[in-house]
C-alpha cells in the first residue's frame, strides 16, 4: 500500500485531470485554440444593464444557459462542465463512481435579486430592516433558497452527481475540495 502523506505529513495530491470554462469556452481544446488564434474572451456585458457604470466589458461566461438564472445555478453548470471534461481526462473512475476527491474553484455562493426582492415582498413594507427579512424567512417556507445558496451547495452536487470519493468535503477560499466517506453524514 502506498503512502497517503509525505515526510512532512503533507497529503500526496495528484492531478489526474483538468477542466475548464472560460469567456473563450468551454474545455482545454477550445480554450487553446482560441487563445492561438489571438480572440478575446473580453466583450461587453450582455446579462444586465450596464447604463451609468464605469464597467462595461468583461470576460463572462454567456454561452451556458440556465434558467432561472442564478450565479449559483451558473457556477454549479460550470462546475459539471469543468469536472466531466477532468474525469474524462483522468480516464480513471466514471460519472457517478469517481475514486478520490475533486478540487474545484468557483465564484462565491450568495443569495441573487431576484430572492432577495421576493423575499422583500413578503415582508410587505417599504421600510424593512434585517430583523424583518429573518422573521419572514422563518418557518420554512424559503427552505429552497436557503439549501441553494449554502456555499457547500456546489460541492454537495458534484459529490452526488460524480461519486467522489475520498476526504468529506472541505471548503477553502474560492476553492473547494470534494469528496465523501461513504459512512459520513452529508450536511
Do not use: C
Not at 469536472?83 to 474553484?105: C, H, M, R, V
Amino acid at each position: 500500500m502506498t503512502a497517503s502523506r509525505d515526510k512532512s505529513g503533507r497529503p500526496i495530491v495528484v492531478v489526474t485531470g483538468m477542466g475548464v470554462v472560460t469567456s473563450l469556452g468551454a474545455g482545454q481544446a477550445d480554450n487553446w485554440a482560441k487563445l492561438t488564434a489571438g480572440e478575446s474572451g473580453i466583450r461587453t456585458i450582455t446579462r444586465f444593464p450596464i447604463e451609468g457604470l464605469k464597467t462595461t466589458m468583461a470576460g463572462t461566461v454567456d454561452f451556458v444557459p440556465v434558467e432561472p438564472f442564478s450565479s449559483t445555478d451558473l457556477s454549479e453548470r460550470l462546475a459539471d462542465i469543468a469536472t466531466e471534461e477532468a474525469i474524462a481526462q483522468s480516464a480513471i473512475g466514471s460519472k457517478g463512481d469517481f475514486p478520490g476527491p475533486l478540487f474545484l474553484a468557483v465564484a462565491p455562493i450568495e443569495v441573487e435579486w431576484p430572492q432577495r426582492e421576493e423575499l422583500g415582498r413578503a415582508i410587505s413594507e417599504t421600510d424593512f430592516n434585517y430583523d424583518a427579512i429573518l422573521r419572514v424567512s422563518g418557518g420554512g417556507r424559503y427552505t429552497g433558497y436557503h439549501r441553494r445558496f449554502l456555499f457547500g451547495s456546489v460541492a454537495d452536487h458534484l459529490a452526488e452527481v460524480f461519486g467522489t470519493k475520498g476526504s468529506p468535503t472541505d471548503l477553502a477560499f474560492h476553492g473547494m475540495r470534494i469528496g465523501r466517506h461513504r459512512d459520513s453524514a452529508r450536511r
